[in-house]
T-cell receptor, first 114, second 114 residues
């Protein structure tokens, strides 16, 4: 069974569109994260939720809105997509929200904005 | 602010030789340090971490890392490299204060030649 899964795996869309990426974990973890990896492989935290509560909210345009319907799911909605949003987006989960336990990453969603 | 530096974009080593991937960090308080590996088109996988205790930490796949407080370093090592170790390696740090997010280094590509 896949521990952390993301859908879709690939997403190609035009500028100005709105899109969502979904993430689910079956590890029973309390904390979930969204990361963005750019074309140079640089990885940056975007958001983190612990038991459905937002605990990390980095400097991200407010076009990005995370939603956690329950602690096993963390979705990312992006409004008015821009070329610079093209990247690989990774979801991850961990047992705690303190950043001291290892994180388990999903396979990534490659977003291409044209 | 916490930061982590991986000074080498790429490390080349022959199979069977020892390997070292370098990482230095800057944090407030005591650091929590991690190494992750990313294989092509995959999410990151946890290798090992240092929280407290012995400076030499052993992890998955025969990797180990040495925490050096005076040099603020956490270099990843393996006594005998395998071709299958070829991947992108990330060092990450969380500081000992209230900030719970991990900061990742820029990554080092390890190429093991047969």
């Amino acid at each position: 069974d896949t521990a952390v899964s993301q859908t879709p795996k690939y997403l190609v869309t035009q500028m100005g569109n709105d899109k969502s990426i979904k993430c689910e974990q079956n590890l029973g973890h309390d904390t979930m994260y969204w990361y963005k990896q750019d074309s140079k492989k640089f990885l940056k935290i975007m958001f983190s939720y612990n038991n459905k509560e937002l605990i990390i909210n980095e400097t991200v345009p407010n076009r990005f809105s995370p939603k956690s319907p329950d602690k096993a799911h963390l979705n990312l909605h992006i409004n008015s997509l821009e070329l610079g949003d093209s990247a690989v987006y990774f979801c991850a989960s961990s047992q705690d929200g303190q950043g001291v336990r290892e994180q388990y990453f999903g396979p990534g969603t490659r977003l291409t904005v044209t | 602010a916490q930061s982590v530096a991986q000074p080498e974009d790429q490390v080349n080593v022959a199979e069977g030789n020892p390997l070292t991937v370098k990482c230095t960090y800057s944090v407030s308080g005591n650091p929590y340090l991690f190494w992750y590996v990313q294989y092509p088109n995959r999410g990151l996988q946890f290798l090992l971490k240092y929280i407290t205790g012995d400076n030499l930490v052993k992890g998955s796949y025969g990797f180990e890392a040495e925490f050096n407080k005076s040099q603020t370093s956490f270099h990843l090592k393996k006594p005998s490299a395998l071709v299958s170790d070829s991947a992108l390696y990330f060092c990450a740090v969380r500081d000992g204060t209230g900030r719970r997010a991990l900061t990742f280094g820029s990554g080092t590509r390890l190429q093991v030649q047969p």
